[in-house]
């Protein structure tokens, strides 16, 4: 079964720290997702990943396939950096045809 | 700016009325999705498409149908709403494939459905 793992589920930290949220999924994957969701509710897509590591602006995102496994990060934390991260897996090839499997999110507050 | 529009941020349906959800793509995607998210549940798939007139059922199809006439436009219908139906509701599109896309996936700003 298709299954993606989030951790933690919930995490407040002082503005400033260094954030890590983690992500491991049960199967060979095509690419994993890393979503953003504010309150209101719409999704903005971060990083799409098969391999390695990006880095956009104070976010960066790593991916280890054999570990089947990726974190996100943030450096610098900031309180508009509050919100619901999402990471999200695509275990089919050739685009995604079938949707992705969603984790259930990590929501991150970040107190001034 | 390529976007997924959705045609309503709220609604609110009685029971029993048929209600439908709009999603319009300017991106050219093959590919679209509805999903609903209820909390404690994350995301799940109702509904996807891969081309225009063609449908596939994600996991919690029950109650819900869609429509897929013009390639840009993705409508998820509710025969009879029920109040187990409240929820939010997301729309995505996807091109056929990824290859070379900086996100593959584009989300809408969601509809939030409450049935009374």
């Known amino acids: 079964k298709n299954e993606v793992e989030q951790s933690p589920q919930n995490l407040t930290a002082q503005e400033g720290e260094f954030i890590t949220i983690n992500c491991s999924y049960s199967v060979g994957i095509s690419a994993l997702h890393w979503l953003q969701q504010h309150p209101g509710g719409g999704i903005v897509s971060l990083f799409m990943?098969?391999?390695g590591k990006k880095k956009h602006g104070r976010l960066i995102a790593t991916i280890n396939i054999q570990e089947k496994h990726s974190s996100l990060h943030i450096t610098a934390s900031h309180p508009r950096d509050s919100a619901v991260y999402i990471c999200?897996?695509?275990?089919?090839?050739?685009?995604?045809?079938?949707?992705?499997?969603f984790g259930k999110g990590t929501h991150l507050i970040i107190q001034p | 700016d390529v976007k997924v529009t959705q045609s309503s941020r709220y609604l609110v349906k009685r029971t029993g009325e048929k209600v439908f959800l709009e999603c319009v793509q300017d991106m050219d995607h093959e590919n679209m999705f509805w999903y609903r998210q209820d909390p404690g549940l994350g995301l799940r798939l109702i509904y996807f498409s891969y081309d225009v007139k063609m449908k596939e059922k994600g996991d919690i199809p029950e109650g819900y149908s869609v429509s897929r006439e013009k390639k840009e436009r993705f409508s998820l219908i509710l025969e009879s709403a029920s109040t187990s139906q409240t929820s939010m509701y997301l729309c995505a599109s996807s091109p056929r494939s990824a290859r070379g896309a900086l996100y593959g996936y584009t989300f809408g700003s969601g509809t939030r459905l409450t049935v009374v």
């Open positions: 999200a897996a695509d275990f089919h090839s050739g685009g995604g045809a079938d949707g992705l499997t």
């Open positions: 990943l098969s391999s």
